[in-house]
């Protein structure tokens, strides 16, 4: 039932890779299976045997046509070089070719101790574990491309946080694990020949119109520069996505930057609530480099560590390679702010372009801020705000008066719309969520599953996220924030 594997990056030279199988788990058991990721991916689910499912994504079996393997990276760790991390726990099976002819990674997360583990136990706990599995699974259902989650299987095994936990492994999908990481892994080893080799496997993966004809007479320079560029945007569009839902992912090393613009590796990651451009939630960010409006120029910063390790194959002339990386790099704030601003009209309700909406569009957030409103909810409503004098959207601000005077400006601005009301009410509800997995409730179910052996909350927040645009009737509790003693401040990074 298991798809044929591609193994892609299991015939790279062997100095990108430490072949690795899984160490076997005592007591395998799937406690969560991700079924239309399955069938996406092409398993045959008539042929699903739950013990040989818990056998495979708990590292006990390899699957047949796998040659697991642990990749090699660096990575700027809170802006410091270390020039071998790799992978400590994760072991990539290999690939299968989805229903859509795409290339997909899966990779077992948590499946012991590989040449690359630092000291470290190569194993991972529940809690973070099932944490993965909902927040990105929640940010696949808001439309933000992600990593995604397969399976998740508990271990039977303790592993050793702050407390003795139970283990598990997750199950990751992803478009590649090629990270900005990965780069500069060969660049700090001068290894030019490896850096064009990622940057080929790049292209053909996440960015097949760089070899389109159009380019053809792109020389192959120009093509490298331009997979430089084509990276910056799609991750320019990411994190003008996360921002736009209040996503604030915690630790973005170049490590945790992929190459196909995937949002990867949901740590001590974390959605605000009421809204502070300056919020933390990670514990070990005690400088807040991570802090929600840090994010666009933490990928600005990342992206110029892609450039670098780009450099020989850019220009021969490395002092034109510089100019040129130079300027697509300082060419990243104005595309970062148009992606910024193109998401935010689309939470406002606009459809047309106007020169008055950047001030608009923070103008709701000063208004927010000062009210220390919940940014979801405030979006959210909106929508009923369009025609009534929003007590709902009101009594989400502790300070009104900002939002009072914010009000009829938005109003005023429809004029220059074409839809009707009814049609703005509907376009606002299907970009700005309901739902979002709020600290305290992912808090509540990791915790009945990792102390009572109860995923009864964990698959009732999972089905809620799944469908985050929708009102869910009975579900409201799931859209509210976290009263005052359950608001989650701090989220800790022992994963
Ligand atoms: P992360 O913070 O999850 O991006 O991990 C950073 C690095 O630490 C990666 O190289 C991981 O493979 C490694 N790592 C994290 N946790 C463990 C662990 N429990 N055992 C081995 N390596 C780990
Ligand atoms: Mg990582």
Redesign the pocket.
Same mark, same amino acid.
């Given at each position: 039932m298991f798809p044929e594997f591609t193994l892609r990056y299991a015939r790279l030279p062997k100095r990108f890779f430490e072949r690795f199988d899984p160490v076997p788990v005592l007591e395998p058991r799937l406690v969560a299976f991700n079924r239309p990721l399955a069938e996406e991916l092409g398993f045959d689910l008539d042929a699903f045997d739950e013990r040989q499912v818990a056998e495979w994504f708990g590292g006990n079996a390899v699957p047949p046509g796998a040659e697991p393997l642990a990749q090699a990276y660096a990575g700027h760790q809170f802006g410091t070089f270390v020039p071998r991390?790799?992978?400590?726990?994760?072991v990539l099976l290999g690939e299968v070719t989805d229903r859509h002819g795409r290339l997909r990674d899966i990779q077992l997360k948590g499946a012991g101790?590989t040449p690359?583990?630092?000291g470290? &136990?190569?194993?991972?706990p529940l809690g973070p574990v099932l944490r993965e599995y909902l927040v990105s699974e929640a940010m696949h259902g808001l439309g933000i491309p992600t990593t995604r989650a397969l399976a998740a299987v508990t271990t039977g095994e303790r592993v050793f946080r702050r407390v003795p936990e139970p283990g598990a492994v997750l199950t990751r999908v992803a478009a590649s694990h090629l990270r900005v990481g990965t780069f500069q892994y060969f660049a700090a080893r001068g290894d030019v020949e490896a850096i064009r080799t990622l940057a080929d496997m790049a292209i053909e993966r996440h960015y097949p119109e760089l070899l389109g004809p159009e380019l053809a007479d792109v020389d192959e320079a120009g093509r490298y520069l331009a997979l430089v560029e084509a990276v910056a945007r799609r991750q320019a569009a990411l994190v003008a996505k996360w921002m736009s839902v209040g996503f604030i992912h915690g630790?973005m090393?170049t490590?945790?930057t992929t190459i196909s613009g995937e949002t990867i &590796?949901y740590?001590p990651c974390a959605f605000m609530e009421a809204y502070d451009p300056r919020t933390v939630f990670s514990s070990i960010d005690e400088g807040g480099r991570y802090a929600y409006a840090n994010q666009p120029w933490i990928v600005q910063w990342n992206l110029a560590r892609l450039a670098e390790t780009l450099l020989p194959l850019i220009d021969a002339d490395q002092e034109r390679a510089v100019e040129l990386a130079t300027a697509l790099i300082q060419a990243y704030p104005e595309r970062y702010e148009r992606e910024w601003l193109a998401v935010m009209r689309a939470k406002l309700g606009l459809a047309t372009e106007q020169a008055e909406d950047r001030e608009l569009a923070e103008g709701l957030l000063e208004a927010m801020h000062a009210g220390r409103a919940d940014f979801t909810l405030a979006f959210r409503r909106l929508a009923e705000a369009l025609e009534t004098d929003a007590p709902a959207l009101l009594e989400l601000f502790e300070r009104d008066e900002p939002i009072r005077a914010w009000l009829p400006r938005w109003r005023a601005r429809w004029a220059r719309e074409d839809l009707d009301t009814a049609g703005i009410a509907t376009r606002l509800r299907a970009v700005n969520p309901a739902y979002i997995p709020r600290n305290h409730k992912v808090e509540e179910a990791l915790a009945a599953a990792a102390e009572h052996d109860d995923f009864g909350p964990f698959e009732a927040l999972r089905e809620v996220l799944a469908s985050p645009f929708a009102e869910q009737p009975g579900r409201e509790a799931y859209a509210m924030p976290a009263p005052p003693s359950e608001r989650v401040f701090r989220t800790f990074?022992g994963?």
């Open positions: 991390l790799g992978d400590g726990r994760a101790r690359f583990s630092r470290a &136990d190569g194993r991972a630790v090393n490590d945790n &590796d740590g990074c994963t």
